[in-house]
């Protein structure tokens, strides 16, 4: 049944005509999307605002940037309150997400949770380049070192004993501190470095929570440890070369995942690296190609080092006011060496949303090969089994001055091989959640 819901899904959020149909900003004659007064557009309330902040790492615009070097669409929408300070230009941006959370069947729970995120961004001329500061934290830590019920979801650990099986853990209070900066070094051309504590490698597509199609919905996606799980890593050193739409990056980074104490900044190992290729050939589309060593990224399995590699693209495009439309397909392969029983698995992600006016349908449906879920069980423990997942759902935007009220919810649905069901059952979760969100 999953695989006929999933296909309604990809209809809606990601049709490949849209991709030949591609008639974006860029290509229209004398239009240049990068310089455009994002002022003038109304993304559901999540408009931009006439601004002097630029590009990061080069000579493009600002909502081309992501989660740590990560790109995005530039037509991506301006979800920030943006300002002046001094010499500074300044951006500010987040939400806070209080959620109902119903995960069914015999491994689900009910709980209810606040999931939270702010960032602050500053950015100046310094001797013939740009230097950008960034910070972000979140009050994840509150819900309590489990997190919140996800059925399907493993990585890290709550008590430094036992991993987090059917539960996403919660985000360190302390997401990024990092400081980044670029400088043109021919016409078109340009170099950055990037440090963070923490901060995020150049590895894998924008975090899930920093573009569109993925922050509609309130759950993280089941395939996070495959695609994106390193956008909170306890020391960072990335420098790149950015040449007009292409981005050539490599980072050297801490591979331990954050630990169970999650108020604390750790001390960064510098003992992994990665490297990306970006690729945004119009306004509307963003690719990019990673691969990545960790080294021993799972404190309860240190003896084990995995090779990460991802392929990703992103669509976006605006329909004129208050219409907009992102999607991103994802894959992601873990490689692990050195453990006792490991496999190499895939994940796929295909996630969109849609708004018109102030309601927005967005869904995720996922295929990840798991070999976590059941740790201590003789049977079934250290066997791959290849899961799926579909979540559909909707909410209303109340705009609030610089900010909006998203009201809405999403349902999920299981395709489960025969081996697990008794253990699972044929599960149906949901969640209904109230967000405050920046808008500008």
């Not at 050193?237 to 007009?244: D, E, F, N, P």
């Not at 329909?319 to 050195?338: I, K, M, V, Y």
């Not at 649905?413 to 109230?434: E, N, Q, V």
Request: proline fraction near 6%; glycine fraction near 12%.
């Amino acid at each position: 049944m999953i695989s006929r819901l999933a296909l309604a899904a990809a209809l809606l959020l990601a049709p490949a005509a849209a991709f030949a149909q591609d008639h974006d900003m860029s290509a229209m004659p004398g239009m240049d999307h990068s310089q455009m007064d994002h002022s003038q557009m109304d993304h559901g309330d999540m408009a931009g605002m006439n601004h002097s902040m630029s590009g990061m790492l080069g000579d493009y615009g600002m909502t081309r940037d992501a989660s740590g070097t990560a790109w995005q669409p530039d037509s991506a929408p301006m979800m920030a309150i943006m300002g002046q300070a001094g010499g500074w230009s300044t951006m500010l941006h987040g939400f806070a997400t209080a959620v109902a959370d119903r995960q069914g069947g015999p491994r689900g729970d009910d709980q209810a949770f606040v999931a939270s995120m702010i960032g602050f961004m500053a950015q100046r001329p310094v001797g013939g380049g740009t230097l950008t500061l960034k910070a972000m934290g979140s009050l994840d830590p509150l819900m309590g070192k489990r997190g919140y019920p996800l059925l399907l979801a493993n990585g890290e650990t709550a008590d430094g004993k036992t991993k987090l099986v059917d539960r996403q853990h919660p985000h360190d209070a302390f997401m990024e501190l990092a400081a980044v900066y670029s400088r043109p070094i021919s016409e078109g051309v340009s170099g950055f470095v990037y440090l963070g504590l923490p901060g995020e490698p150049a590895l894998g597509p924008a975090t899930y929570m920093h573009r569109f199609s993925g922050l509609a919905s309130p759950e993280a996606p089941i395939d996070h440890h495959w695609l994106d799980s390193t956008h909170v890593t306890f020391g960072v050193a990335t420098a790149g070369l950015v040449w007009r739409d292409v981005k050539l990056e490599a980072s050297r980074f801490t591979g331990r995942e954050p630990d169970e104490k999650r108020w604390d900044i750790e001390r960064p190992r510098m003992d992994s690296w990665s490297a990306r290729a970006s690729w945004n050939p119009t306004a509307n589309l963003s690719l990019q190609v990673s691969h990545g060593r960790l080294n021993s990224p799972e404190s309860l399995h240190p003896e084990e080092d995995v090779r990460r590699t991802t392929a990703s693209a992103s669509w976006g495009r605006s329909f004129g006011d208050n219409s907009l439309w992102q999607t991103t397909l994802a894959w992601g392969r873990n490689d692990p060496t050195g453990g006792h029983d490991s496999h190499v698995t895939d994940a796929w992600l295909l996630d969109g949303a849609v708004q018109f006016g102030r309601n927005t349908l967005f869904g995720r449906a996922e295929r990840v090969e798991k070999d976590e879920l059941f740790g201590g069980d003789p049977a079934l423990e250290g066997q791959v089994f290849t899961v799926g997942k579909l979540s559909l759902g909707a909410y209303h935007s109340v705009p609030l001055g610089p900010v909006a009220l998203d009201l809405g919810g999403l349902v999920s649905r299981y395709d489960l091989p025969a081996a697990i069901k008794p253990a699972y059952g044929d599960p149906t979760s949901s969640m209904l959640f109230a967000r405050f969100r920046v808008t500008g």
